[in-house]
């Protein structure tokens, strides 16, 4: 198995972790190390909390009433949940990338430019680079080359994807989180995608939801399977396809459950 | 480009074919150890099997993480099961190379024997299936593949020849039984190198085809088959 502390530094750390919705509890005593610059899944069935658990990350459960959560989340060594941290400054270092892909109504180039705008890139030179490094890092440069002042939502769903991902590296992120970045594309679209991630990891620590267990097993290098708002076993992917040492583990990635 | 899971593959494909090369590497010196009566070398064979055997269950392990991780399908599912395979080929035939060097280390204690000279063709004919098997696997080559199954029936008639002179020698000179045995161990090995390398070739022409050709070599070719009898 692999060791996951001399494998890589680690990212993002959560110690006994809880998360409320109201009065139900929807995570219990969470505690994980993901490790810098890998891609780890989180998998699980409907309801398990991995959605919930990924959106702690950047602490987009925030905006959601009546939320509240307990212990402690550390994106290198800072802890996310402490009164002085700076939303934005956070999500703008943990970026996010959802089921359905959200381009805005706006050209191409505008979708891209709009976060570097908003904090405060003004030359056009600079910002044509940052749109065309980040179009080449998401694969879609080739494509879109010619039209980046055409309207994103004349593309196809999964170059609508890519265009949000480079739309998300384009702030320039340490961290990516990904929920269910595929599930809405054909095998073509989504294959485009799964290379993508594991031409990002050089860069970035990826952390994908997935309801897909062979999606998991092809892209990532850990996984985290949860159950019912628990981590039930974490480990190297390879491990947890082979031999994971949970029975839960072994039930739901052979299919009888979930 | 290839996608990330080709690049498994390929990676699979290089440690295959090393672990050939470390194979193919012990049985030509284990056999010189035998010719030159070098028990130096013998020793060598025989602790390079250690190195057989680790590489055989990396490899293992990585066939077993591709399919689990991968579900490779088509030609791709074919060629980790075919890998699968030839891995417990290549491992026996490092631990029959072995084998053959132990008696090796043996006999160059004792007095020169007249017959290892007449091991020099069966060796030859051993060796170049090894090779061709696995020059057939680098190069998807079916006809080579065809070519190692051919060869095989010529090493067995062989390997009854050496039998039949080993056990003359014995008559003559019934001193030296326990020495002949050895000789008989020798060539028994390199048969069933020989039939490890057929299996390897059978499962190039798998790997090639999708055509399982086991258990029936005499209706692939008639004409090898009756003149075996």
């Known amino acids: 198995m692999v060791d996951i502390q001399a494998d890589s530094k680690v990212k993002v750390h959560v110690e006994n972790m809880n998360f409320y919705y109201g009065p139900v509890q929807a995570l219990f005593d969470i505690n994980l190390d993901i490790p810098e610059k890998k891609v780890t899944a989180l998998i699980g069935p409907s309801g398990c909390g991995k959605s919930t658990f990924l959106r702690t990350l950047n602490r987009m459960n925030d905006i959601i009433d009546g939320t509240r959560i307990e212990g402690k989340v550390m994106i290198d060594d800072k802890d996310i949940y402490d009164p002085m941290t700076d939303v934005v400054e956070l999500r703008k270092k943990v970026g996010m990338i959802f089921q359905k892909s959200n381009p805005f109504p706006k050209s191409i180039f505008d979708n891209i430019a709009y976060g570097p705008r908003i904090h405060g890139v003004k030359d056009k030179n600079k910002l ?11 694969a879609l440069w080739d494509e879109v080359k010619d039209r980046l002042e055409k309207n ?21 992120p340490d961290v990516v989180l990904m929920d269910e970045p595929a599930s809405a594309l054909d095998p073509k679209s989504t294959l485009k995608i799964e290379d993508l991630i594991n031409e990002l990891k050089k860069d970035y620590t990826i952390i994908i939801v997935t309801h897909n267990m062979q999606q998991a097993g092809r892209v990532s290098d850990h996984t985290a399977f949860f159950y019912e708002g628990r981590l039930i076993e974490f480990g190297a992917t390879e491990q947890i396809f082979t031999k994971p040492n949970q029975k839960q583990t072994e039930d739901y990635i052979t299919g009888r459950f979930g | 480009m290839l996608h990330y899971w080709q690049r498994e593959i390929e990676n699979l494909k290089k440690l295959i074919l090393s672990l050939g090369a470390i194979v193919e590497e012990q049985i030509q010196r284990s056999m010189l150890a035998l010719e030159r009566r070098d028990s130096e070398l013998a020793d060598e064979v ?17 066939c077993l993480k591709i399919l689990a991780l991968y579900q490779p399908v088509a030609k791709e599912l074919r060629f980790v099961v075919a890998v699968l395979k030839m891995n417990n080929d290549l491992e026996r ?86 020495d002949y045995f050895s000789i008989r161990s020798i060539s028994k090995n390199l048969e069933r190198i020989a039939d490890s390398a057929t299996n390897i070739a059978e499962d190039v022409v798998y790997l090639c085809s999708g055509e399982i050709i086991r258990h029936q070599s005499e209706d692939f070719n008639p004409e090898d088959a009756t003149e075996g009898r």
Do not use: H, W
């Not at chain 2, 025989?46 to 990585?62: G, N």
């Open chain 1, 128 to 138: 044509m680079d940052i749109v065309e490094s980040c179009l080449i890092k998401s």
């Open chain 1, 152 to 172: 994103a939502m004349g593309l196809s769903g999964g170059q609508q994807q890519r265009l949000c991902i480079a739309r998300a590296l384009a702030i320039n």
């Open chain 2, 46 to 62: 025989i602790s390079k099997d250690r190195e057989v055997d680790s590489l055989e269950i990396l490899i293992e392990e990585e």
């Open chain 2, 93 to 178: 035939m490092g631990d029959l190379a072995s084998n053959i060097a132990k008696r090796a280390r043996y006999l160059s204690r004792k007095e020169r024997i007249e017959i290892i000279e007449e091991f020099g063709i069966v060796a030859d004919k051993v060796q170049a299936m090894v090779k061709k098997s696995l020059d057939a696997l680098v190069n998807t080559d079916v006809n080579l593949a065809r070519e190692v199954l051919a060869a095989d029936d010529e090493v067995d008639r062989l390997t009854k020849q050496m039998l039949k002179r080993t056990i003359s020698f014995i008559e003559k000179d019934p001193e030296r039984t326990k």
